[in-house]
């Protein structure tokens, strides 16, 4: 079975069952004209733009908390500008935000003169009421060093150890189930293949859809070939 449908995510996510799923590990966009946020006279942007944006989070986040199983979890990428979509929609999908990983990317990314210039990215867990951290001593900053270079040249790409972390610390069985709505090129469905756990996802385009296949495909040759 191919790992990646060609598909818009809320479409797939309702076509999966009820309870499937053990994890989602999703980096959705970033809310587009977010940017604008600041500049309240703007046509585009600003706090009645970003609600809007929330509509659509909160109808896939209420799929994608339906997938899940009673002891699954949910962590999807945001950041400063998108949060409050995030809250917003977590909140109308009656789906409880129960923690917020700070990402320390060690390294400064490009800013404006007018800001400083981000050094992080945020996770936010969603936890299942039979979901729970093994580790009880687990923080909420991790430090993973990043940069500007995106090996497989998708403008949004995680670093796969970030993921495989997130993999390890939900503590899920070997047979369990991980989801991306938002393949990309396939960062989540590369760190689940490292670690033996199935995966499955979605990407509305076909040029990374092709990528994210052909990378897990590789990823899961080398992991049998061990």
Known sequence: MTA???TDALDWLRSLPDASVDAVVTDPPYVIGAVSAGNIGAKS???ADMMNSALWFSAWYAEAWRVLKDDGCFWTFCNWRSLPVVMRSA??????ITSLLVWD??????????????SYELVALSAKPGFAIPNRGLPDIWRHKTGGHKPN???AEKPVGLVERILRESGLDPDALVIDPF????TTGVASANLGLNFRGSEAESQ??????????EARLVRQSA
């Open 4 to 6: 990646v449908e060609n």
């Open 153 to 155: 040249g998708h403008p």
């Open 45 to 47: 942007g600003g706090w």
């Open 91 to 96: 909140l109308d999908a009656k789906m409880p």
């Open 105 to 118: 990317k060690e390294w400064i990314g490009p800013g404006g003169p007018k800001g400083l210039r981000p």
């Open 208 to 217: 990374w859809c092709d990528l994210a296949n052909r990378r897990i495909d």
């Open 183 to 186: 393949t990309g090129s396939g």
